[in-house]
């Protein structure tokens, strides 16, 4: 979410109601009053046009016009954690200066076609993202100051998922309630909880609506919306639950194709969910990682659809090569259920490594291969058994026995805490070989060859360096 230098006025469109009238300007410096929340009720306001809803496929709705150039990152590596925002970037301590805009002036809004829904989106977001930036820089109170600043994160994240009349009326309580108080004060507090009530019925409306039916679909069954519902939760487990550090985010291209070819560990994804979830959240310029899934997860109940909905698809060279085509993100776990369900003692020792089917998509498409390095994923299941007999049985792979599962029943499918680090290499660069060197075998286990040496020498360099599995470094 970008932020704009100045409060961006509502789009003049001549199809709106005209007779709505506009909400004033967010502020985005807090003032120190400390009068109490208004109610929600004195609040509402009109809707904005419904059709400025359509979010951007693979990220988040942004306030950047169509065609802008992306920004370069400054460093290639991100702090513990990496936040989606300036200030989560930085230690509580130190002094952090209010985000630059990148969002369009008022006057250049209507030339670029940016709509009064993605203006108040962005001044809302700006305004929330100030307050916050400034929250961090308090010397005092830190538990209370840092749960602030999370409690305004959570919203301004919200604010991307909110339909036109949900954000006008958001943005009205931002202002009405937050903006105007300090943290210290109970009745900012108050303000925050109402926002944060009115945000989560929004959700809840939101998931009515999908049980009745209504939502689309993209050609492989992706559900954008479903994405941002989930989002939240995502970014907890990376941030707090697994408290993932995300390396070399720089060699990420900010568009065009990329095969991330990734060590595989934990028995469920969630290791394709968290390398999505560090390009989607802390990437300069925010992207879909299209992972590729085992085949055999579309035999467990319910898990292939919403394997689908969340963007995956299933590990086959074509569809990597197709959606590289499309110039996507396709990341690929060459070791497939070999690697998700090795035992403990194995750990980190990359299995047979099958990737020259995504080797050749990737000639074929002249896109950059990108080694990636999971660390911290094989301590979540710790796997001391396989249960072969049981997984014949339900037709699995493979079973696995844990200290905690099945013995604990659901509780034992908790994943534990360990921290987490992912690591993203140099990218190997394929377009100067030409895409006949697809069918060359010789070129095809070469590459697959260098990049599964990339993946281990990262491992074997950054694993014995650990001073503990949950605490890293």
């Not at 003049?12 to 120190?32: F, G, I, N, V, Y």
């Not at 140099?426 to 990049?451: E, F, H, K, Y």
Request: glycine residues 6%; proline residues 12%.
């Amino acid at each position: 979410m970008t932020t704009p230098d100045t409060p961006l006025p509502p789009e003049t469109d001549p199809s709106a109601d005209s007779q709505a009238e506009s909400p004033p300007p967010l502020k985005h410096r807090r003032a120190r009053s400390r009068k109490p929340p208004t109610p929600m009720e004195s609040t509402a306001t009109a809707p904005a046009p419904a059709a400025d809803l359509e979010p951007p496929v693979g990220g988040t709705a942004s306030s950047v016009p169509a065609g802008a150039p992306p920004s370069e990152p400054a460093t290639a590596e991100l702090p513990v954690g990496g936040a989606t925002s300036p200030a989560a970037a930085v230690a509580p301590a130190a002094r952090l200066e209010p985000p630059a805009s990148a969002a369009p002036a008022p006057a250049a809004a209507a030339a670029v076609g940016v709509s009064a829904t993605d203006a108040l989106r962005a001044e809302a977001a700006a305004a929330v993202q100030e307050l916050e930036v400034e929250i961090r820089n308090q010397p005092e109170g830190a538990g209370t100051r840092d749960l602030a600043a999370e409690a305004l994160r959570l919203i301004r994240e919200n604010l991307a998922r909110l339909s036109p009349p949900a954000l006008q009326r958001a943005a009205a309580l931002i202002r009405e309630n937050v903006l105007s108080g300090d943290y210290l004060d109970p009745d900012f507090w108050r303000g925050i909880g109402m926002v944060l009530r009115y945000q989560a019925e929004e959700t809840s409306a939101l998931v009515q609506r999908r049980l009745k039916g209504e939502y689309t679909l993209d050609a492989y069954g992706m559900d954008q919306e479903l994405i941002d519902i989930v989002r939240p939760f995502a970014a907890f487990l990376y941030r707090t639950w697994w408290r993932v550090t995300a390396e070399g985010l720089a060699h990420i291209p900010a568009e065009g194709p990329a095969l991330l070819v990734a060590n595989h560990s934990g028995v469920l994804p969630w290791d394709s969910a968290m390398i999505a979830t560090a390009v989607l959240e802390d990437h300069p310029q925010p992207r879909l990682v299209r992972s590729l899934h085992a085949s055999w997860l579309g035999s467990v109940p319910v898990m292939a659809p919403a394997l689908a909905a969340f963007g995956q698809v299933p590990a086959l060279p074509e569809n990597a090569e197709r959606l590289l085509g499309e110039g996507q993100l396709v990341c690929a776990f060459p070791e497939g259920a070999r690697g998700a369900g090795k035992l403990f003692w194995n750990r980190y020792r990359l299995a047979a490594f099958d990737a020259a089917g995504y080797v050749q998509a990737a000639l074929r498409t002249g896109a950059p291969i990108v080694p990636v390095a999971v660390i911290g994923a094989e301590e979540i299941y710790p796997v001391v058994a396989d249960a072969r007999p049981v997984a014949r049985l339900l037709g699995f792979p493979f079973f696995p026995l844990t200290p905690l599962f099945p013995w604990l029943g659901p509780l034992g499918l908790i994943p534990l805490p360990s921290k987490w680090t992912i690591i993203f290499d140099a990218p190997i660069a394929t377009r100067g070989l030409g895409p006949n060197a697809a069918d060359d075998p010789a070129s095809v286990q070469r590459l697959a060859g260098v990049t599964r040496a990339r993946i281990q020498a990262l491992l074997d360099e950054r694993v014995p360096a650990r001073k503990s599995v949950f605490f890293g470094r």
